[in-house]
């Protein structure tokens, strides 16, 4: 008698270090390199549930496409950094970010989820996009980075270290 085969459940796959995956799940989102970063007014903190929409300010909000129904919301940032290692070692490739406002007393929220998907995909594709950043959340975010990891930093390109001057 042979041994039952387990049967394979249909699930999203995060393929990690597999360059030719094709089994079951191929085409799969490999996030085992993206993390995020929120800024919320001063203060920036790691926060991978955004990965999921999740985050400490995502969780218990409902998103609405209309700006105007969050009249009260505070301007929240969640910032997309892909990490890659090259022969020095890791660095920061890929640093997107996307907007979103956030009203915890009413519990609603407005994003433009196609946006923060896009972006997402961007710093995966080692792009550098921060054009919709002020100038106090460049300096935290920057400082968020060289923080997190100094070396990383250092061995970062220079698109992404003009982005943050």
Same mark, same amino acid.
């Not at 001063?42 to 209309?66: C, M, Q, T, Y």
């Given at each position: 008698?042979?041994?039952?085969t387990?049967?394979k459940?249909?699930?999203?796959?995060?393929?990690?270090?597999?360059?030719a995956?094709k089994g079951?799940g191929a085409?799969?989102i490999?996030?085992?390199?993206?993390?995020?970063?929120?800024i919320?007014g001063?203060? $920036?903190f790691v926060? +991978?549930?955004a990965?999921? %929409?999740?985050? #400490?300010?995502?969780?218990?909000?409902?998103?609405?496409? *209309?700006?105007?129904?969050?009249?009260?919301?505070?301007r929240?940032?969640?910032?997309?950094?892909?990490?890659?290692?090259?022969?020095?070692?890791?660095?920061?490739?890929?640093?997107?970010?996307?907007?979103?406002?956030?009203d915890?007393?009413?519990?609603?929220?407005?994003?433009?989820? $196609?946006?923060?998907? +896009?972006?997402?995909?961007? %710093?995966?594709? #080692?792009?550098v996009l921060l054009?919709?950043?002020?100038? *106090?959340?460049?300096?935290?975010?920057k400082?968020?980075?060289?923080e997190?990891?100094?070396?990383?930093?250092?061995r970062s390109?220079?698109?992404?270290?003009?982005?943050l001057?």
């Amino acid at each position: 008698m042979s041994e039952p085969t387990e049967k394979k459940k249909l699930a999203l796959n995060i393929v990690s270090g597999k360059a030719a995956h094709k089994g079951f799940g191929a085409g799969s989102i490999d996030l085992s390199n993206v993390s995020s970063i929120i800024i919320d007014g001063p203060e $920036a903190f790691v926060d +991978n549930g955004a990965l999921h %929409a999740k985050s #400490r300010v995502e969780k218990g909000i409902k998103f609405v496409s *209309d700006v105007s129904e969050v009249p009260n919301g505070r301007r929240c940032i969640i910032v997309w950094v892909a990490v890659e290692r090259n022969e020095e070692g890791g660095h920061y490739a890929g640093v997107t970010s996307c907007e979103m406002l956030i009203d915890t007393e009413a519990r609603r929220g407005w994003k433009v989820l $196609a946006d923060h998907v +896009n972006r997402m995909d961007r %710093a995966m594709k #080692r792009q550098v996009l921060l054009e919709n950043l002020t100038a *106090d959340e460049r300096e935290l975010l920057k400082a968020t980075l060289q923080e997190f990891n100094a070396a990383w930093w250092e061995r970062s390109g220079e698109e992404l270290k003009q982005a943050l001057a």
